[in-house]
DNA sequence: CTTGTAAATTAACGTACGTTCATTTATATT
DNA sequence: AATATAAATGAACGTACGTTAATTTACAAG
C-alpha cells in the first residue's frame, strides 16, 4: 500500500493537529513520540513527516493557531465604545466560555511552551501578552475614568486572568455547576475585584421575578 | 575510583533532590535523562541508583516533600481561633510568601503530576485536596458567621488560590514589586472576593501618618 | 583487625527515539 | 494520455534512554 485512495493532504495534517493535541494534553510534549501520534492518526510515522517537518513544528503549530484563534475571538467579541465596566464584564464571560471549551489547547499553551525554542518561543508569548493587554486596558481605562477603584492595574489584570483561567483546573462538565453559573459567579468577584459592586450595576432578570412558574 | 573519600550518602541524595528539582522544573520531567541529573550532580548515572530505585521516585519524592511541607508550614502558621477575616488574611499573605519563594516546587507540582504513577498522583492530589481544604474552611466559617459575602465557597476557594499561585507565572525578584507590596495587593483583591471591604477592616499604618519625614 | 555495608565506578543490556531514504501508488496538471 | 506531484509505505540511521551487573574502595561496627 502506498497513498491510499480518497485521501486529502490536509485532512491528514487536521488528524495529527487532533491527536497531537490530545496527546500532548495528556502525557506531555516530550513524552509523546512520533510513533504514538502516528498510530493514533493511523499511518506510518514516517508519513507525518509529509505534514510536519518535525516534531517541534506541530507543537509550535497547536500552540500558535490556539493564540490565534483566541485573539481573532475577542477581537470578534469586544464591543468599541463600550463602558469599561461592561468590557470588562464581557471579557470576564468570552474569557471562561472559550477556555472551559479548549481545555487541551489551554493546558498545552502553559506547560509546553519551555519546549519551544527561543524565538517560536517569543512569539507566543508575544501572543500572550497582547491578549493580556486587552484586560489590562479596560482596567486602566476604568481606573482613568473613576468607573474603577484599582490598587494597581497590571497585577489585578494578572489576578483576574489567574482567577478566570483557573477554573479549567477544576471544572468537569456535568458537575454541580454549568458554564453559565460558573460565569455568573466570576463575574460577580471580578466586578469586587476592581471595586464595582456587581449586584448594583446589573439589573436582576425580568423573567426570574415576571415568571415564577 | 570507587566510593570517594569523606562522602555522605545523604549529603549525595540531596544534591540529587536539588538539581533535579532544577532540571524538572526548567525542562520538565521527561525532557530530563538520568545522565543530565547524574552530571549536574557530579556523579555517574549509576550511582543514582544508590539513593533513589527510580527516576520516577525522585519526581515522588520532591513533589510529596514540597507538599508535606505545605501543609506543615501551614499548621505552624495559622492561629487557633482566630475570625475568618483575620485567618483569610494570614492564609493570603502565607501562600503568596511561601509560593513566590519556591517556584520551582510550585511548578513541577502542577506540570509533572501526570507523570506519576496513579497511586502516587492519588497521594499528591490529596495532598493538595487537604491544602485547599483549609481556604475552603475558612470562607465557609465567614460564610457561616455573616462575616463573608459569597456565592459559593468551594468555588470562591478555587478562585482565590489560581489568583493567589498566578503570583508565580509573573513575580520577578528585583522587579518593580516587592513581595510585602504583592502581599498588601493580594489582601485587598481577597478581602473583595468575599465581600470584605479591606479598608475599613485594617487600620491605617501609623507611620504613614505620624512620620512624614 | 576483621568484616559487612555503603557509595562509587565502568560496561553493558535491550528498547525506543526523531528522522531520512528509496520506493510505490493515487491524484492533479497539461 | 503523459507527466508531475502528493501521500503513503517499510527499512534503516545513529543516538540516547532507564536500568542492571560486576567490581572497587571508603567507612562503620564487632
Excluded at 6 to 12: M, W
Excluded at 42 to 47: K, L, M, N, P, Y
Excluded at 134 to 163: C, E, H, K, N, W
Amino acid at each position: 500500500m502506498a497513498r491510499p485512495i480518497g485521501i486529502k493532504g490536509s485532512d491528514t495534517a487536521n488528524k495529527i493537529r487532533n491527536c497531537s493535541l490530545h496527546l500532548f494534553a495528556q502525557l506531555g510534549y516530550a513524552a509523546v513520540s512520533m510513533r504514538m501520534i502516528a498510530e493514533a492518526v493511523g499511518v506510518q510515522a514516517a508519513a507525518l513527516y509529509n505534514h510536519f517537518p518535525t516534531k517541534q513544528d506541530i507543537l509550535c503549530d497547536l500552540l500558535q493557531v490556539h493564540m490565534q484563534d483566541l485573539i481573532d475571538a475577542w477581537e470578534r467579541e469586544r464591543e468599541k465604545d463600550e463602558s469599561p465596566s461592561a468590557a470588562l464584564l464581557r471579557f470576564t464571560r468570552f474569557h471562561i466560555r472559550y477556555h472551559i471549551q479548549r481545555p487541551d489547547e489551554v493546558f498545552i499553551s502553559y506547560m509546553e511552551l519551555r519546549n519551544l525554542e527561543p524565538e517560536n518561543f517569543s512569539a507566543i508569548e508575544n501572543m500572550r501578552g497582547r491578549y493580556e493587554g486587552y484586560l489590562r486596558d479596560i482596567l486602566s481605562a476604568g481606573q482613568t475614568s473613576g468607573s474603577f477603584s484599582i490598587a494597581d492595574a497590571p497585577v489585578t489584570s494578572m489576578a483576574v486572568i489567574s482567577m478566570l483561567t483557573g477554573v479549567n483546573t477544576w471544572y468537569r462538565s456535568g458537575g454541580r455547576l454549568d458554564v453559565e453559573d460558573i460565569e455568573e459567579i466570576y463575574e460577580g468577584l471580578v466586578s469586587r475585584c476592581v471595586g464595582l459592586d456587581h449586584s448594583s450595576t446589573v439589573a436582576p432578570e425580568p423573567n426570574k421575578i415576571e415568571d415564577p412558574v
